[in-house]
């Protein structure tokens, strides 16, 4: 174990050191721990809540140097985790679950999706608002989630053969050239950027129609759990509260946002949209009385439903609360 | 005066094609697929910073992959010429390198690396050390035996020989090869940015997809284009000033094939990977979760108690995949070496279409493939377009670098007696294209596998690229590693095939190349 470590810990240095030199990036001397946070897909206010933790210095004051890690198309969160490179990461239950069944040793610490936010988004003239409307239509997707829609069809009994599946990038395109007739899509991404190009859509949340995944849930390994409890608590505590100014002011977020990554390309517009939209997803009565990120026995026995019509068997051990229990105790 | 009247006449064809562009644009969907050159301008002029500040970012880490793997070709290739029993070795090596899919390598770069822009460095250097290495090695056995006999009989080695004849003979097949490369190392450079990079232009490209930013989108293809092409240009221009001689006169008595030693040489190159994968998995101490060797997979694809199913969803995706993947690779070899010919038999149409052939492969496949899937319907007919668009650039230019080698002496001959330009092309210019012709063949053997599975990872949705990416997101990594080691393993095979038809023709059109 120690030779392993000191490999890797020669070849990472070498290439920090490579990449730090050929930038010539400063590197502030802090004294703090260093800490990598992997978050699931580029900078937007999907992850305004961290921004704020880290602009207001709530990391620094827990003793944190946070790195926000960015994610992408083909950036997957759980190996950085595993290996180290990042304390926490932003994954969702489906996900965790399919690496936990490949033998990684993640724990559930916090959700920050109350409700998944996948839906059915189909344009007015022909539109799908329940479950009932799919039979018939053709749905645009990544054959990659064909057990998304098998899942909500069996929760619904709806007859999945019945729906047409075409192989579509993950884009509003193809609905508005009318190749399909609706998309498996987020609330918060293809239905904000048709509504910011002025296209009305019809959305059919299928968090409302029994589809119960956590999402955009943060992980860490059992062994952080263990032995760096202190940084995940201070990670979590200053999660909580840039969650909670977020919902206060989603427009200053929004600010905060685009002023800390101008080389994102992001639209105020849309970037707006979105923080008002994930807002109902994030918080709920539950998170009103217990605090962002919480979650209860109910939703854990619903989720573990929906996971084993998607493959995934889990337990309730999936989830540790611990953290978060920690940081309300407090 | 004349050339007034062309620049007029250059000026007249450009502002045609760009009306004619905007009215597509605002014909097909409104405007929200297709951007106009307008629309294009009004992003640029919106935030230029913005977009300048990614294309350096892009452009610096592609330059920075550029450079590494063409000195890592250009040693690789001093080496198996200086030692010609490495150089199956060499090339064998180099390849599997190649054939190893972006998709794969891309999360485990940024694991080993960590944030920052080592893994867009590393997947650009990958995208082009093969095809320099390949054309560079064709190069320096482009050789007349008399001058190397001339080097025999004043008893000097191959260093004398390296140095004084093959390094010059081989200029013109490196720029060759660094021609091909400088669309590649970008396109690597913007696939690398999908790992998690903060900024660039595939960071962006990825934001305006979903942002449904039309103009935007095109935009960044142009300037991702743009630059690709003045690079292709840059090194074209470079190549002309400093190769001034001729051609000359290529004759060598034919060799008997060699052909002991083949088999040794495919078992020592799978020993030599064996050994360097589980080598590198313990030197790098990555975490057995993410991390699987040979043993693994090989468990995985036999003896797991899911050994079927895992074999089943293979195999599947697999002929799949290779069902779009071979006929894009043949119309794409065709395309190409039919276009060099035709563009050698009419040199006035060279300036017309040789920017067209750069810009479809420049453009990154990201932001082309919906398109063509938009005009060609998303079954099996845009992939295979997408396919033989990647193949066919590296052809074309291949095959006219192959058509400019035509031995000089021999074309005058043919004039002396009154023969015409389809004579000369049929007896000697297309005999002399041969090597570079499957020299381009072999080097598209992985482009074309490349080209398949991103189509699939970001278009359709289907086959082996759309099994990696979802084995990458799910955490089966037993998957992701069997699919990488199964590509990496019949791309080798189906390039020693090429290779093998390649002896065979060679020996008869141009036995110098066999030469030992």
Redesign the interface.
């Known amino acids: 174990m120690t030779a392993g470590m000191t490999r890797r810990g020669l070849v990472a240095g070498g290439m920090a050191g490579l990449a730090m030199g050929g930038l010539g990036l400063p590197r502030r001397a802090v004294a703090n721990t260093p800490v990598g946070f992997q978050l699931s897909w580029l900078h937007s206010v999907q992850f305004a809540g961290s921004y704020i933790a880290l602009d207001k210095g709530w990391w620094r004051e827990a003793g944190l140097d946070v790195t926000l890690m960015q994610g992408g198309p083909n950036a997957p969160v759980e190996p950085p985790v595993v290996a180290g490179t990042a304390l926490v990461g932003i994954s969702a239950a489906d996900y965790t679950a399919s690496a936990v069944a490949q033998g990684a040793k993640f724990k559930i610490i916090g959700v920050a999706m109350q409700k998944n936010p996948f839906v059915i988004a189909s344009l007015p003239d022909n539109p799908v608002k329940t479950p009932a409307d799919l039979p018939g239509k053709r749905i645009g997707m990544a054959i990659a989630n064909t057990p998304v829609l098998r899942a909500l069809c069996s929760l619904n009994n709806v007859d999945f053969d019945a729906i047409t599946i075409v192989p579509t990038q993950y884009s509003a395109q193809p609905l508005i050239a009318h190749e399909v007739d609706c998309l498996l899509c987020w609330e918060t991404d293809l239905p904000v950027a048709m509504a910011v190009n002025g296209i009305e859509s019809v959305t059919m949340l299928m968090a409302d129609h029994g589809y119960s995944v956590h999402s955009q849930t943060y992980i860490a390994t059992e062994d952080s759990l263990a032995s760096r409890r202190k940084e995940l608590v201070g990670l979590m505590s200053g999660e909580v509260r840039g969650w909670q100014d977020y919902r206060a002011d989603t427009a200053a977020a929004t600010d905060l946002t685009l002023r800390m990554f101008p080389d994102a390309g992001l639209d105020r517009k849309t970037q707006l949209l979105q923080a008002e939209r994930q807002v109902p997803l994030m918080f709920s009565t539950l998170t009103d009385a217990h605090g962002f990120g919480w979650w209860d026995e109910e939703s854990v026995s619903a989720n573990i439903e929906t996971l084993a019509l998607l493959g995934y068997k889990v337990t309730p051990d999936l989830w540790d609360r611990s953290i978060l229990d920690e940081i309300h105790a407090g | 005066m004349r050339q007034g009247a062309r620049v007029a006449g250059g000026m007249l064809g450009v502002a045609i094609l760009l009306i004619g562009w905007q009215m597509l644009a605002q014909a097909l ?1 409104q405007g ?2 297709i951007a106009g050159p307008v629309g294009i301008v009004e992003w640029l002029g919106r935030d230029p910073g ?1 977009a300048l ?2 294309l350096a970012r892009t452009l610096g880490n592609a330059a ?1 992959g550029f450079a590494l793997g063409n000195l890592a070709a250009i040693l690789l290739a001093g080496i198996a010429f200086l030692w010609p029993r490495l150089q199956d070795l060499v090339t064998g090596l180099a390849l599997v390198a190649f054939c190893l899919p ?2 794969a390598t ?3 770069l ?9 893994p867009q460095i590393v997947l650009a250097a990958l995208a082009v050390q093969y095809t320099t290495l390949i054309p560079l090695l064709t190069g320096l056995r482009a050789v007349p035996a008399a001058w190397l006999d001339l080097i025999h009989s004043y008893g000097r080695g191959r260093w004398v020989e390296l140095a004084h004849i093959r390094a010059r003979a081989a200029l013109p097949y490196l720029f060759a090869g660094l021609q091909i490369g400088a669309p590649a190392a970008v396109l690597g450079a913007m ?1 690398g ?7 660039g232009l595939g ?2 490209t ?8 039309v103009p ?1 989108l095109w935009g960044v293809a142009l300037l991702a284009a743009g630059a690709s092409l003045a690079a292709y240009w840059a090194i074209g221009g470079l190549a002309r000033l400093v190769l001034d001689t001729r051609p000359p006169v290529l004759l060598a008595p034919p060799m008997r094939q060699l052909r002991t030693g083949r088999v040794v040489g495919g078992l020592t190159l799978a020993l030599a990977v064996l050994l360097l994968w589980w080598g590198g998995l ?6 057995p ?2 991390a699987k060797g040979p043993w693994d997979v090989l468990a995985a694809l036999v003896w797991a108690p899911d050994a079927t199913q895992m074999r089943a969803a293979l195999f599947g995706a697999l002929r799949e995949s290779a069902g779009l993947a071979v006929p894009g690779y043949l119309a794409g070899l065709a395309a190409g070496a039919g276009l060099a010919i035709l563009l050698t038999l009419l040199p006035g149409a060279g300036p017309l279409v040789m920017p067209v052939a750069v810009a479809l492969r420049a453009i990154p496949i990201v932001t082309t ?2 398109l063509i899937v ?1 005009f060609l319907g ?1 079954g099996a007919l845009g992939t295979i377009t997408l396919v033989a668009v990647m193949v066919f650039f590296p052809t074309l230019v291949a095959c006219l670098h192959g058509l400019r080698q035509a031995p000089g002496h021999i074309l005058d001959l043919l004039r002396v007696h009154a023969a015409g330009p389809l004579s000369q092309m049929i007896h000697v210019r297309i005999p002399a294209m041969l090597p570079a012709l499957f020299a381009a063949a072999r080097i598209s053997v992985p482009t074309a596998i490349l080209a398949v599975t991103v189509v699939e990872w ?5 086959g082996l690229g ?1 099994l990696m ?2 084995a ?7 998957m992701l590693w069997s699919a990488v080691a199964l590509i990496t393993l019949l791309a080798v095979l189906c390039h020693a095939v090429v290779a093998g038809l390649e002896r065979r023709v060679l020996a008869r059109y141009a036995p110098e190349q066999l030469r030992q």
Request: charged content about 20%.
């Open positions: 969907y929200r697929l913005l500040r990614a920075a972006l998709i891309g999360p485990i940024r694991v080993l690396m960590g944030p920052g822009e080592g696939v940015e999908f790992t998690g990079a903060e900024r960071v962006l990825i934001r305006y997809m979903r942002d449904l930013d935007a313990w030197l790098t101490g990555l975490n979760f993410l493939g919906p938009l998303r970001l278009a359709t949705g289907r759309s990416a979802l990458a997101s799910t955490s089966d990594f037993r």
